[in-house]
Nanobody, 125 residues
Framework: VQLQASGGGLVQPGGSLRLACAAF????????IGWFRQAPGKEREFVAA????????RYADSVKGRFTISFDNAKNTVYLQMNILKPEDTAVYYC???????????????????WGQGTLVTVSS
């Protein structure tokens, strides 16, 4: 599975961005897609994840109510709609694929086998 993340950029506080994670290759073995982020000098942290079908999702407490993860089956693409962005959301965002089809949607980075390149999100006035 190859993943390609896009959609990052510079946005003012309170603004919105939509990230996309396109999956290529053997996506049939993919059970879920997760978004993680890493700010400068900080550990990588979980943001949101969805099952490949889009039927199950989970979010980090810090983004609940502001971010929405969704899956477009026709495009093999997972989106992360980010609203009411805050300066503390500034980070490099990564998408990753979990290929263990027996596992429910997970927030643990060690469960993800394939990672895309990051896309930088900067929230600043």
């Amino acid at each position: 599975v190859q993943l390609q993340a896009s959609g990052g950029g510079l946005v003012q506080p309170g603004g919105s961005l939509r990230l996309a994670c396109a999956a290529f290759g053997s996506s049939a073995s993919t059970s879920g897609i997760g978004w993680f982020r890493q700010a400068p000098g900080k550990e990588r942290e979980f943001v949101a994840a969805t099952s490949w079908s889009g039927g199950s999702t989970r979010y980090a407490d810090s983004v609940k109510g502001r971010f929405t993860i969704s899956f477009d089956n026709a495009k093999n693409t997972v989106y992360l709609q980010m609203n009411i962005l805050k300066p503390e959301d500034t980070a490099v965002y990564y998408c990753a694929a979990d290929t263990d089809t027996s596992r429910p949607v997970t927030a643990l980075a060690v469960h993800y086998d394939y990672w895309g390149q990051g896309t930088l999100v900067t929230v600043s006035s």
